[in-house]
């Protein structure tokens, strides 16, 4: 097991290495490189900085008006019934949009529950197996220029869907 955190360790220095001896056997100017993709970064930080902000204030809008709380137990009845802890259904819905805001709401989980529950062991892998679906569509289409998504959200609610019925499967299997 040491092996493996030896590796760990010695990997991102590494591939830095590794970079900058191809590049300097290729001859290329790697610090110029290194600047031009810094400025592209900045230029894509600038253009998605609005949707970032939305995203964000919208969540916290959402977060502390108490309308999830209100949200999930409206829907408590069909959450029962799919043997989904109401507990994380706020964790579960936020996570589609913000990954930093349902951190704070795992955290305030395992601080009422403890990191060793139930609870906490599944809104662990619960945050594990899924995505920021909205975050990650509206970054990344924005950015390329795509507007027809086709079956991407679509195909991303069924695979968070899946991951949740998988991860509640799971940890009720380690449970027993």
Do not use: Q
């Amino acid at each position: 097991m040491n092996f493996l955190y030896y590796i760990s360790d010695c990997m991102i220095p590494f591939v830095i290495l590794y970079l900058v001896g191809y590049g300097m056997c290729k001859k290329v100017n790697i610090f110029d490189e290194f600047i031009e993709g810094a400025k592209d970064g900045f230029l894509t930080v600038y253009k998605i900085m609005p949707t970032l902000i939305g995203l964000m204030v919208g969540v916290g809008i959402l977060r502390e008006s108490g309308f999830m709380e209100w949200f999930a137990g409206l829907l408590s009845p069909v959450v029962a019934f799919l043997h989904f802890p109401a507990e994380l259904f706020s964790l579960f819905i936020v996570k589609m949009f913000s990954s930093s805001a349902a951190t704070g709401l795992l955290l305030d989980v395992y601080k009422t529950y403890g990191t060793d529950s139930y609870l906490g062991t599944l809104a662990s892998v619960l945050m594990s197996c899924s995505e920021t679906i909205f975050y990650t569509m509206s970054v990344y289409f924005m950015t390329a220029k795509v507007t027809k998504s086709r079956y991407t959200l679509a195909g991303a609610l069924v695979a968070t869907f899946a991951g949740a019925a998988a991860s509640i499967f799971l940890v009720s299997l380690n449970v027993m």
